[in-house]
């Protein structure tokens, strides 16, 4: 059985992954030159660029890093993470992961190791739904060569398990977030610092997030503790407490700057815990279930850019984001971590509908 296991890769064949791909001179390897012996899968295109919002009443600081656009394929956050969870993966191989029926980070990562010659299984778990959620759900059926539905996470434990035990498959985590996929955060916020000092953007007093498994909110407080910028980061809870919460990404960063300081022999700085804020708020009392403020919003925007959010993770990170800007008057960075492209327009029915 190939299994990434809690904080990295197990025993496995040579991994698929070409030399030029596993020593690019990434923000993160630029930073620590040993970490360039984990093998990484060339997925996404980086830098993801930054752009001001423009056009909103009472606000002029608010700016958005454009994770959605991190691959022509398919975008999103979940790349990143992607791209060390899958640098071992082979041609032929499988993989399988879990998450809610509507989980992107499922659909992620059928699409992108289906770009490396591997299929995916998936066991997903019904949650609340709404349209974009749905489409989501779709489209994963499509690019999975196997799924498995069950009524609550409960249930969906047994089927995971026994095909863990059972099938010979790369597994990869809920959400991608272990110290190995946090580590695309990681790099993710050290590019970031270097768009600031290039002068893309001022340095964010606040970087706002979805918070749902806690890899990216991890990584990029993480990486910013590393390059020693004061950013706090604010996770916009979509899930519940008992996995969405401040300890939980705190514990991740901690663990993945562990993992650092075991291939590199450096201690990086760790992260202050000042420095991770969890935002309440929009969370509309379980997972994926729409939030009014936050739907609003997300009217907004589309109006404005013409930038459709999932009602999900990237709406609620929106509301927060604006709202904060709103109050504060200061540089607030919005993480824009879903990708809508392939995606029909809002207010688009189906034919016959």
Request: charged letters at 20%; one cysteine or more.
């Amino acid at each position: 059985m190939i299994d990434s296991g809690p904080d990295g890769p197990g025993e496995t064949e040579t991994p698929d992954v070409a030399p030029s791909d596993r020593d690019e001179a990434i923000p993160l390897v630029r930073r620590f030159p040993a970490l360039a012996a984990i093998p990484r899968a060339r997925l996404g295109r980086f830098p993801t660029p930054v752009d001001h919002l423009e056009g909103f009443r009472d606000v002029d600081s608010l700016w958005v890093k454009h994770e959605d656009l991190s691959s022509d394929v398919l975008g999103g956050n979940k790349v990143r993470s992607l791209e060390f969870l899958l640098g071992r993966l082979g041609r032929g191989d499988t993989v399988l992961t879990l998450g809610g029926v509507g989980s992107t980070h499922i659909l992620a990562t059928a699409v992108h190791a289906a770009r490396l010659g591997a299929k995916t299984i998936a066991v997903r778990w019904q949650h609340d739904m709404h349209p974009s959620a749905q489409e989501v759900a779709d489209r994963t059926v499509a690019e999975c060569a196997e799924v498995v539905t069950a009524s609550n996470v409960v249930t969906a434990m047994p089927p995971l398990i026994r095909l863990r035990l059972t099938r010979h498959a790369h597994y990869v985590p809920l959400g991608g977030s272990n110290p190995l996929g946090t580590l695309g955060h990681v790099n993710a916020a050290l590019e970031l610092v270097d768009q600031v000092e290039a002068g893309a953007l001022p340095p964010p007093s606040r970087l706002v997030v979805p918070l749902g498994s806690g890899g990216t909110a991890a990584g990029l407080a993480l990486g910013l503790a590393i390059a020693g910028m004061d950013t706090v980061v604010v996770g916009a809870r979509v899930g519940p407490r008992i996995g969405a919460n401040r300890w939980r990404v705190l514990r991740l960063a901690e663990r993945t700057r562990q993992l650092i300081e075991r291939y590199t022999g450096r201690a990086p700085a760790p992260v202050r815990g000042d420095r991770v804020v969890v935002s309440h708020d929009l969370y509309a009392g379980a997972y994926a279930r729409p939030h009014p403020t936050a739907e609003h919003a997300a009217i907004l925007v589309d109006e404005l850019r013409g930038w459709r959010l999932d009602a999900t993770y990237s709406a609620k990170a929106f509301a927060a984001a604006l709202d904060i800007a709103s109050r504060h008057g200061t540089p607030t960075l919005f993480w824009m971590t879903f990708d809508a492209r392939w995606m029909k327009p809002l207010g688009v029915e189906e034919p016959g509908s």
